[in-house]
């Protein structure tokens, strides 16, 4: 009897035992599988992430990706402002409305186009700091081409929303409804049954609310309008087009390089400006961790080599283009006019902070932007 109760004993403690290594088991295969859940979720968003960044370094290493991009994105934001938050007042502030819908959003995209740009800011940085009033004329006409070479690449998303709204028709639509022109109110109304009738009530047409005119006048006058708006606008594409190929062309009739060392050039500037970032943010950890390690741990900071004031003021400033010496940016050329002295320092023999870039070939505009235009 003994025996048989010590026998169901040890079973029942071995069914527990099987239970419990069951029950781990299971616990173990579903963290196993939690594990691979969310590290495949984080692979897939690092891989979405990783593809993300690609088409971002694609489209900003060759420009006219970048630009059509642009162009691309203005084009939708325009669709969606006249859809769905442009709405004519019908009244005497047509003219007003129609034009600010038209004009200031493009302004405001050029204004962002020149903030966005680096040379803006190479330009900029440190200016009012410098008392040399010499040349004032000369610095002042290099000024003026460089912000010049910005705005060509700062109009892209300007021009694009101008073009864009005049082919839509309505803001333009709604504008000329409003003004107060009467030699062009009665070239738009033409019909001369309802003319005088057509010409005041002329800002209600595009809401169709309050007139007493004939539908058939309203549309015809409204398509008009229309068709007036698409054809300034395909005529504003020719020009951009022709313009830029005629720049282009006259850039590149111009340059003292040769095509391929070109290519060479815009490759070498891109991947420095990438490698730049990458190297400025590392030094900029190690001395953060440098410092704060002395802090926290009351220690003696460790020696740490960084470049002076004087060092970041001269390869930030704006390239400047001769024929004596092959340098593709102004770091190249620091380097190569750098020479180590007795104390392993960094020291300047030959470059000048003051030099002017009004002899830059247009060719070279990309330069200091960090671009790789085709």
Same mark, same amino acid.
């Given at each position: %009897?003994?025996?048989?109760?010590?026998?169901?004993?040890?079973?029942?403690?071995?069914?527990?035992?099987?239970?419990?290594?069951?029950?781990?088991?299971?616990?173990?295969?579903?963290? &196993?599988?939690?594990?691979?859940?969310l590290s495949n979720r984080s692979f897939m968003?690092?891989?979405?992430m990783d593809k993300f960044k690609t088409v971002? !370094?694609?489209?900003?290493?060759?420009?006219?990706?970048?630009?059509?991009?642009?162009?691309?994105?203005?084009?939708?934001?325009?669709?969606?402002?006249?859809?769905?938050?442009?709405?004519?007042?019908?009244?005497?502030?047509?003219?007003?409305?129609?034009?600010?819908?038209?004009?200031?959003?493009?302004?405001?995209?050029?204004?962002?186009?020149?903030?966005?740009?680096?040379?803006?800011?190479?330009?900029?940085?440190?200016?009012?700091?410098?008392?040399?009033?010499?040349?004032?004329?000369?610095?002042?006409?290099?000024?003026?081409?460089?912000?010049?070479?910005?705005?060509?690449?700062?109009? &892209?998303?300007?021009?694009?929303?101008?073009?864009?709204?005049?082919?839509?028709?309505?803001?333009?639509?709604?504008?000329?409804?409003?003004? !107060?022109?009467?030699?062009?109110?009665?070239?738009?109304?033409?019909?001369?049954?309802?003319?005088?009738?057509?010409?005041?009530?002329?800002?209600?047409?595009?809401?169709?609310?309050?007139?007493?005119?004939?539908?058939?006048?309203?549309?015809?006058?409204?398509?008009?309008?229309?068709?007036?708006?698409?054809? =300034?606008?395909?005529?504003?594409?020719? =020009?951009? %087009?022709?313009?830029?190929?005629?720049?282009?062309?006259?850039?590149?009739?111009?340059?003292?390089?040769?095509?391929?060392?070109?290519?060479?050039?815009?490759?070498?500037?891109?991947? /420095?400006?990438?490698?730049?970032?990458?190297?400025?943010?590392?030094?900029?950890?190690?001395?953060?961790?440098?410092?704060?390690?002395?802090?926290? /741990?009351?220690?003696?900071?460790?020696?740490?080599?960084?470049?002076?004031?004087?060092?970041?003021?001269?390869?930030?400033?704006?390239?400047?283009?001769?024929?004596?010496?092959?340098?593709?940016?102004?770091?190249?050329?620091?380097?190569?006019?750098?020479?180590?002295?007795?104390?392993g320092m960094m020291r300047l023999t030959s470059?000048?902070?003051?030099?002017?870039?009004?002899?830059?070939?247009?060719? =070279?505009?990309?330069?200091?932007?960090?671009?790789?235009?085709?």
């Amino acid at each position: %009897m003994q025996e048989e109760q010590s026998l169901s004993s040890r079973m029942l403690f071995f069914k527990e035992e099987v239970v419990e290594d069951s029950a781990v088991q299971l616990t173990l295969k579903l963290e &196993v599988k939690l594990t691979l859940f969310l590290s495949n979720r984080s692979f897939m968003q690092q891989l979405k992430m990783d593809k993300f960044k690609t088409v971002l !370094n694609i489209a900003g290493k060759q420009t006219n990706l970048g630009f059509g991009l642009i162009a691309l994105l203005t084009a939708g934001g325009e669709q969606i402002f006249s859809t769905v938050v442009f709405k004519c007042p019908c009244n005497e502030l047509n003219f007003v409305y129609g034009m600010v819908f038209l004009l200031v959003p493009a302004l405001a995209l050029l204004l962002l186009g020149y903030i966005l740009s680096k040379k803006t800011w190479k330009l900029l940085t440190g200016l009012c700091q410098h008392r040399d009033k010499s040349l004032c004329c000369k610095k002042l006409v290099a000024a003026g081409v460089v912000l010049f070479q910005i705005g060509t690449s700062a109009l &892209v998303a300007p021009s694009t929303w101008i073009a864009v709204a005049l082919l839509n028709g309505n803001y333009y639509e709604c504008a000329m409804t409003g003004t !107060n022109v009467s030699i062009y109110n009665k070239h738009v109304c033409r019909d001369g049954n309802s003319e005088v009738q057509c010409e005041k009530e002329l800002h209600r047409f595009p809401c169709g609310k309050g007139i007493s005119v004939s539908q058939a006048v309203r549309e015809d006058v409204l398509l008009n309008l229309r068709a007036e708006s698409q054809i =300034l606008g395909w005529l504003l594409i020719t =020009l951009i %087009m022709l313009t830029n190929l005629l720049l282009t062309c006259v850039a590149r009739c111009s340059s003292p390089i040769s095509y391929l060392q070109l290519q060479f050039w815009k490759a070498y500037v891109h991947e /420095e400006s990438n490698l730049l970032d990458s190297y400025t943010a590392k030094h900029a950890k190690v001395f953060a961790e440098r410092n704060l390690k002395s802090f926290f /741990e009351k220690t003696p900071p460790e020696n740490f080599i960084t470049p002076s004031n004087r060092d970041w003021e001269k390869i930030s400033s704006l390239y400047k283009f001769t024929t004596k010496d092959n340098y593709y940016s102004t770091l190249h050329r620091y380097v190569e006019n750098s020479q180590e002295t007795d104390n392993g320092m960094m020291r300047l023999t030959s470059i000048k902070s003051n030099e002017s870039v009004e002899d830059n070939p247009a060719v =070279l505009s990309f330069v200091d932007d960090g671009r790789m235009p085709l």
